[in-house]
C-alpha cells in the first residue's frame, strides 16, 4: 500500500539533493576538519560554506552559527549554557508550559541546581500573554525561552514582540526555531533574538544534526568541554557530512520557502475545512497564526492512539499529541495548557504535511477520517 506521510512534524524524509551533497562526505573526503592537510582544509571548507548556508536563513553572521548534535542538544546548550555563565548577574529564567520536552526539562533540572523557573501563561490557542511576561520579569531575571512555532499545535508565537521586551529588560530571549526555521521569516536582528534552536532532520536534512545561533557577545557556557571547536563552545570532531546536509537542506529551503509555504497552506486549510465537517471535532492551535504545515484536531469519545492504529491500517502516518509522548498515557503537556480537559487531549488527531504531500494524498485523508472515526465511535465505551 502506498503510504501517506502526514507526520512531517516528527521528522522529514532525506531530500535527494541533500543526500547527493552529503556522499563525498563519508568515504572520498572523509578529513578532520582540525587537520592541516588537503584533506582537512577539504572538510573545513565545506563546514564553513554550509555555515554560511545555515546563518543564511535567518540572517545572522556566519560566525554566529554553532552546530549541534540536535534540536535537543541546542535547547540544553541555550538554557543550562546561559544560566550557569550569568549566575553572578541572576538566577531566574521565564519559559511557557507548552515548550518542547528538552526546553522544560533543562527548565526543570536548572531548578533542582537552584535557578528559579517561571511559566508565561498562554490562552486557548496556546500564545503567550505578553503583558504577563513583563509582569514576571525581574531585576535577576537572565533568560526568556518562548517557542517560536509550537510542534504540536502549530501556534506561532509573537517572538517580535517578545524580543522587544527582552531588548528593554535586558534579558537574553532565546527560541526554540526547530518547527519553523526555513519554513517561515526570521530576522535575528529585527526580531531582537539572542539565541535560536534548529535542526536538520525537520527541513529534510539528516537526523543527528542541530545548530545553535548564539549573537555576538552572548554569554554562555559550553555543554562539552574539549578540544574547542566550534569556538570552544561546542568541542568534538564535527559531523561534515551532516552538517554539508544541514547546509544544502537550509539553502533548498530558504530558496522554496515561499513558494512552498502558500502551497502547503492550501493543502491545509483544505483539510481543516473538510474534517471539521465531522461531528463533535474542533481545531486546536490559532486559526491562522499556525504553522502552514500544521493541523490538529481534537474528536469526543476516541482515543488518539486508537485513530493513528486506524489510519495506519489505511496507509496514512499521523499522530497524536507528539511522537516522544505518544508512548506514555499521560495527555499532552500543550494541550492540556491550553485548556483541554484529559478525555480531550487524548482525542487529539495531528496531521502535518510537507514537501512531498499532494492534494491527492489531502483527497484521500478527507475521503477515510470521517469513516475512520464513525466506526471508532461505535466501538467506543466513552459515548
Ligand atoms: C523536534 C523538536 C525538537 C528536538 O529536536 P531533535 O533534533 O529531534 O532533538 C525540539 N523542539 C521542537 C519544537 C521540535 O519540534
Redesign the pocket.
Given at each position: 500500500m502506498k503510504k501517506i506521510y502526514l507526520d512531517y512534524?516528527a521528522t522529514t524524509p532525506v531530500d535527494k539533493r541533500v543526500l547527493e551533497e552529503m556522499k563525498p562526505y563519508f568515504s572520498e573526503k572523509y578529513g578532520n576538519a582540525s587537520s592541516l592537510h588537503s584533506l582537512g582544509t577539504e572538510a573545513k571548507r565545506a563546514l564553513e560554506e554550509a555555515r554560511e548556508k545555515v546563518a543564511s536563513v535567518i540572517k545572522a553572521n556566519p560566525k554566529e552559527i554553532i552546530f549541534t548534535s540536535?534540536?535537543?542538544?541546542s535547547?540544553n546548550t541555550a538554557l543550562k549554557g546561559v544560566a550557569f555563565a550569568n549566575r553572578d548577574k541572576g538566577k531566574h529564567i521565564i519559559t511557557t508550559p507548552i515548550e518542547?520536552d528538552?526546553v522544560l526539562n533543562s527548565a526543570r533540572w536548572l531548578k533542582k541546581q537552584g535557578f528559579d523557573v517561571d511559566f508565561i501563561p498562554v490562552d486557548k490557542y496556546g500564545l503567550v500573554d505578553l503583558e504577563k511576561l513583563e509582569e514576571l520579569i525581574r531585576k535577576d531575571t537572565i533568560l526568556i525561552s518562548v517557542?517560536h512555532a509550537n510542534?504540536e499545535i502549530g501556534t506561532i508565537e509573537p517572538i517580535k514582540e517578545i524580543g522587544k521586551i527582552a531588548k528593554e529588560h535586558d534579558v537574553y530571549f532565546h527560541t526554540?526555531a526547530?518547527?519553523s526555521y526555513g519554513k517561515i521569516d526570521i530576522d535575528v536582528k529585527k526580531m531582537n533574538i539572542d539565541l535560536i534552536?534548529a535542526?536538520a532532520?525537520?527541513i529534510y536534512g539528516p537526523k543527528g544534526v542541530?545548530a545553535l545561533f548564539i549573537r555576538e557577545g552572548v554569554k554562555i557556557d559550553p555543554l562539552l568541554h574539549g578540544g574547542g571547536h566550534e569556538f570552544g563552545l561546542r568541542s568534538s570532531t564535527e559531523n561534515v557530512a551532516g552538517i554539508v546536509g544541514f547546509g544544502k537542506a537550509a539553502e533548498i529551503a530558504k530558496k522554496e520557502m515561499r513558494g512552498e509555504s502558500e502551497r502547503l497552506i492550501k493543502l491545509r486549510n483544505t483539510l481543516i475545512e473538510n474534517i471539521l465537517k465531522i461531528d463533535d471535532c474542533w481545531l486546536n492551535g490559532h486559526p491562522d497564526k499556525r504553522l502552514p504545515n500544521n493541523a490538529n484536531f481534537s474528536f469526543r469519545f476516541i482515543e488518539g492512539e486508537s485513530l493513528v492504529m486506524y489510519l495506519d491500517m489505511q496507509g496514512i502516518c499521523a499522530s497524536t499529541g507528539s511522537a516522544c509522548s505518544s508512548k506514555s498515557l499521560e495527555p499532552s503537556h500543550v494541550l492540556t495548557a491550553i485548556g483541554l480537559k484529559p478525555e480531550e487531549a487524548h482525542g487529539s488527531l495531528r496531521l502535518t504535511t510537507g514537501r512531498f504531500t499532494t492534494k491527492e494524498d489531502i483527497d484521500y485523508v478527507i475521503e477515510v477520517l470521517p469513516n475512520v472515526v464513525k466506526n471508532l465511535r461505535k466501538l467506543s465505551p466513552l459515548k
Amino acid at each position: 500500500m502506498k503510504k501517506i506521510y502526514l507526520d512531517y512534524a516528527a521528522t522529514t524524509p532525506v531530500d535527494k539533493r541533500v543526500l547527493e551533497e552529503m556522499k563525498p562526505y563519508f568515504s572520498e573526503k572523509y578529513g578532520n576538519a582540525s587537520s592541516l592537510h588537503s584533506l582537512g582544509t577539504e572538510a573545513k571548507r565545506a563546514l564553513e560554506e554550509a555555515r554560511e548556508k545555515v546563518a543564511s536563513v535567518i540572517k545572522a553572521n556566519p560566525k554566529e552559527i554553532i552546530f549541534t548534535s540536535s534540536g535537543t542538544e541546542s535547547n540544553n546548550t541555550a538554557l543550562k549554557g546561559v544560566a550557569f555563565a550569568n549566575r553572578d548577574k541572576g538566577k531566574h529564567i521565564i519559559t511557557t508550559p507548552i515548550e518542547h520536552d528538552c526546553v522544560l526539562n533543562s527548565a526543570r533540572w536548572l531548578k533542582k541546581q537552584g535557578f528559579d523557573v517561571d511559566f508565561i501563561p498562554v490562552d486557548k490557542y496556546g500564545l503567550v500573554d505578553l503583558e504577563k511576561l513583563e509582569e514576571l520579569i525581574r531585576k535577576d531575571t537572565i533568560l526568556i525561552s518562548v517557542m517560536h512555532a509550537n510542534n504540536e499545535i502549530g501556534t506561532i508565537e509573537p517572538i517580535k514582540e517578545i524580543g522587544k521586551i527582552a531588548k528593554e529588560h535586558d534579558v537574553y530571549f532565546h527560541t526554540d526555531a526547530a518547527q519553523s526555521y526555513g519554513k517561515i521569516d526570521i530576522d535575528v536582528k529585527k526580531m531582537n533574538i539572542d539565541l535560536i534552536t534548529a535542526n536538520a532532520h525537520k527541513i529534510y536534512g539528516p537526523k543527528g544534526v542541530g545548530a545553535l545561533f548564539i549573537r555576538e557577545g552572548v554569554k554562555i557556557d559550553p555543554l562539552l568541554h574539549g578540544g574547542g571547536h566550534e569556538f570552544g563552545l561546542r568541542s568534538s570532531t564535527e559531523n561534515v557530512a551532516g552538517i554539508v546536509g544541514f547546509g544544502k537542506a537550509a539553502e533548498i529551503a530558504k530558496k522554496e520557502m515561499r513558494g512552498e509555504s502558500e502551497r502547503l497552506i492550501k493543502l491545509r486549510n483544505t483539510l481543516i475545512e473538510n474534517i471539521l465537517k465531522i461531528d463533535d471535532c474542533w481545531l486546536n492551535g490559532h486559526p491562522d497564526k499556525r504553522l502552514p504545515n500544521n493541523a490538529n484536531f481534537s474528536f469526543r469519545f476516541i482515543e488518539g492512539e486508537s485513530l493513528v492504529m486506524y489510519l495506519d491500517m489505511q496507509g496514512i502516518c499521523a499522530s497524536t499529541g507528539s511522537a516522544c509522548s505518544s508512548k506514555s498515557l499521560e495527555p499532552s503537556h500543550v494541550l492540556t495548557a491550553i485548556g483541554l480537559k484529559p478525555e480531550e487531549a487524548h482525542g487529539s488527531l495531528r496531521l502535518t504535511t510537507g514537501r512531498f504531500t499532494t492534494k491527492e494524498d489531502i483527497d484521500y485523508v478527507i475521503e477515510v477520517l470521517p469513516n475512520v472515526v464513525k466506526n471508532l465511535r461505535k466501538l467506543s465505551p466513552l459515548k
